[in-house]
C-alpha cells in the first residue's frame, strides 16, 4: 500500500486566503485524524473521524476550520480565512479503526507545511 | 485527562553510545503506549508498542517495557547510529472509556554524531 497521501506537500498563501488540505487514507481504515503540529504547542489533534463520520471535533481551533470526509477514501481540512498563525505542518493519519490494541495504530502522511504570510 | 511527559532533548550521542529517552504517563484504565520516530521533513512513523502492563516492545534495536507500577514506558537502544537521528513521541491511547483520542508527549529530539 501507499501509505496515507497528503497534498500539497507545502502551501504558501497570503493572509485571507482560503486553504485546502487534502488527504487519502490507507485502504480499508475505517478513522481518519487530522493533527497540527508547532514548535510552540507539538502536536495538536484536530479532528478525527470513524466511518466517514466526524466523532470529536473539540480540537479545532476556529470556526475558520472545517474538515469533511466526503468518503472512505477522501479527506479535507479547509481554513477560511487563512492567518499568519495557522502556519503549521498538517498531518493526516489512518487507523483501521478505534478500539483494540490491533486496529487502533495510526499511521501518518508525509505532511503538508502551511505558511501564511 | 491523559498526559504524557518526556524528557525534553536535545539529547546528543556519539554512535555506538547507548540510549534511554524517559516517558511517564497519566492516565485512567489501561491504555495501549506507543513509541513514535519522526525523520527530519518526514511524517510520524510507529516505532513500537505495548499494550499490557510488562509487555516489552521491540523494533529495530530499540526497546520499551511497560510499567504500570511505575507508569513509564522508556525507550532504550544499545548502540545508537547516525540513522537514528530523529525526533521522539511517546504517546498513549486509552481507550477504556469513550476517548480514543492519541495523547502525544512534546517529543525528543535525538542526534547522534558520528
Known amino acids: 500500500d501507499a501509505g496515507v497521501i497528503q497534498s500539497p506537500r507545502h502551501e504558501v498563501t497570503e493572509m485571507g486566503q482560503e486553504v485546502t488540505l487534502r488527504c487519502k487514507p490507507i485502504s480499508g481504515h475505517n478513522s481518519l485524524f487530522w493533527y497540527r503540529q508547532t514548535m510552540m504547542r507539538g502536536l495538536e489533534l484536530l479532528i478525527y473521524?470513524?466511518?466517514?463520520?466526524?466523532?470529536?471535533d473539540s480540537g479545532m481551533p476556529e470556526d475558520r476550520f472545517s474538515a469533511k470526509m466526503p468518503n472512505a477514501s477522501f479527506s479535507t481540512l479547509k481554513i477560511q480565512p487563512s492567518e499568519p498563525r495557522d502556519s503549521a505542518v498538517y498531518f493526516c493519519?489512518?487507523?483501521?479503526?478505534?478500539?483494540?490494541?490491533?486496529?487502533?495504530?495510526?499511521?501518518f502522511g508525509a505532511g503538508t507545511r502551511l505558511s501564511v504570510l | 485527562g491523559d498526559s504524557v511527559t518526556q524528557m525534553e532533548g536535545p539529547v546528543t550521542l556519539s554512535e555506538e553510545a547507548f540510549l534511554t529517552i524517559n516517558c511517564t504517563y497519566t492516565a485512567t484504565g489501561y491504555p495501549s503506549l506507543f513509541w513514535y520516530v519522526q525523520y527530519p521533513g518526514e511524517g510520524l512513523q510507529l516505532l513500537l508498542k505495548a499494550t499490557k502492563a510488562d509487555d516489552k516492545g521491540s523494533n529495530k534495536g530499540f526497546e520499551a517495557t511497560y510499567r504500570k507500577e511505575t507508569t513509564s514506558f522508556h525507550l532504550e537502544k544499545g548502540s545508537v547510529q547516525v540513522s537514528d537521528s530523529a525526533v521522539y513521541f511517546c504517546a498513549l491511547i486509552n481507550s477504556g472509556g469513550s476517548n480514543y483520542k492519541l495523547t502525544f508527549g512534546k517529543g525528543t529530539l535525538l542526534t547522534v554524531n558520528p
Open positions: 493519519a489512518s487507523s483501521l479503526g478505534l478500539a483494540g490494541p490491533q486496529v487502533n495504530i495510526q499511521y
Open positions: 473521524f470513524n466511518n466517514n463520520v466526524p466523532i470529536d
